[in-house]
Each structure stands twice: as structure tokens, then as C-alpha cells.
């Protein structure tokens, strides 16, 4: 048995349109996990009980409940109280509601690792608490969860591939299409992985690219860099002045 044996150029745009659902719903998956990850890691660092055992729950829930029942519940079971959705719908949605129990735990733990001084120092000097929050904690909690971030978004790519069980339209739906007309299923699911796998690689690379960095110390931003540089000119103008003053 030969292998390439499938004529690829006639599945061309069937790839591609794969591809682009693939993309599509990571892309909107993501945001919105990012978005229930933020909601809930606040929830989880509330000062009321109730609050911060509801934010409890909903982690526990989705972090311990196989992700392809939650997308059965979301896609066949919400027809049963009249809430019909389409699979890319249904996607994206279940991916958003699990991925963020995960996301919400990388949240608190980026926020918990900001110095309690200074979020001190900053309500002694009159900051509301959502001001705290938002211009104290949440810029240095970025840039302590943006490694496992990035992680979960290489994750959340290759989650969509269970979307099959849907027929959500992306890259695995069309190789059971190519896999029904071909008889060819060792093939097109070897060439629909070896996709994936050039789709998940530079993410992961970037992912370890802003751990390696980030464990440095090194500014990620132009502006922080360009600033590090300044200080760093001037601390040796300083030095080499204080040295000569010193000589002479």
C-alpha cells in the first residue's frame, strides 16, 4: 500500500477551510476564557465568603468535568429548555467556559504574586480597591501568568479538535470528510496531525521564548526596554563620574 495515495490538491479548500475554522475558534475561544479566567480568579480573591466560594465552585466544576461532556451539554443538551446553537457556537462557548477555570487559576496566581506592600501602600495612598487592581496588580500579574498563558493557548488549539464530535467545521471534521470519500484513514489523519502540530510548534516555541525571558527579568515591552537602557547609560555615566572624581 503506497502512502500519499489521497489527491491533497482536490481537498485544498476543504484544508483551508478547516484551517480557518481551527483558527477562528481558538482565537474567539480564547478571548473569552481570558475574559471568564479574569472574572473569576477576582472572584476567588473576594474578601466575601460567598463570592470567593462561588469563583470556588465554578474552577472545581469545569476543571474536573470532561470538557467534551461540557460541549454534549452545551450543543444537544441546551435543545432541551429551547436553547439551539450552531457548533461553531457551541465551540467556542465550551472552550471559553473550561479553559477559563483554568486561565482563572493562572490569574490568581499572577495576582497573588504581586508584593502585599504594595498594594498596601497603594490603598494607604487612597487608591479604590478596583483601582488597585487595575493599575498595581493586574500589569505585574501579566507579565508573571503570561508564560502559562501562552501554554494554555497552544492547549485550547489543540482542545478544538473535539469539536468533531459536533462536526464544528474544523480541522478534524474535515479529515473524517476526506477519511469517508477516501479510505484512506492512517494517511489523512497523519497529514491532518502533522498540520496541528505546525499549527501548535511556534506557539509553543513563543510560550518558552516569554518563560526563558521573563525568568531573566528582561522588558518585554520597546518602551521598558528603551527605559532599561536609558537607566543603565546613566548608572555608568554615574559610576565612571564618581570613579574619576575619586582618582583625581
Known sequence: MSFLSVDWGGYVPVLVDGLVKSVELTAIGFVGA????????????????????????YTELFKNLPIITG???????????????D?????????SLFYGAYLAEIFRGGLQGVSRGQTEAARALGLTPARVLLTVQLPQAVRLALPATATMLVDLLKG???????GGGELMTQ????????????????????????MSWPLARLAGYLESHL??????????????????????????????????
Open 175 to 198: 479529515a473524517t470528510i476526506i477519511t469517508s470519500e477516501t479510505f484512506q484513514p492512517l494517511e489523512v489523519y497523519i497529514v491532518i496531525g502533522l498540520i496541528y502540530v505546525a
Open 34 to 57: 481570558c475574559l471568564v479566567g479574569f472574572v473569576v480568579a477576582v472572584l476567588r480573591m473576594s474578601q466575601n465568603r460567598v463570592i470567593r466560594a462561588a469563583g470556588y465552585l
Open 71 to 85: 460541549i454534549f451539554i452545551i450543543y444537544f443538551g441546551l435543545t432541551g429548555i429551547g436553547l439551539v446553537l
Open 215 to 248: 525568568r531573566k527579568g528582561t522588558a518585554m515591552s520597546p518602551t521598558n526596554r528603551k527605559l532599561r537602557r536609558i537607566t543603565r547609560a546613566k548608572l555608568a555615566q554615574g559610576a565612571t563620574a564618581t570613579t574619576g572624581g575619586k582618582v583625581g
Open 160 to 166: 478544538t479538535a473535539l469539536l468533531v464530535t459536533i
Open 87 to 95: 457548533a461553531f457556537t457551541a465551540g467556542w462557548l465550551a472552550l
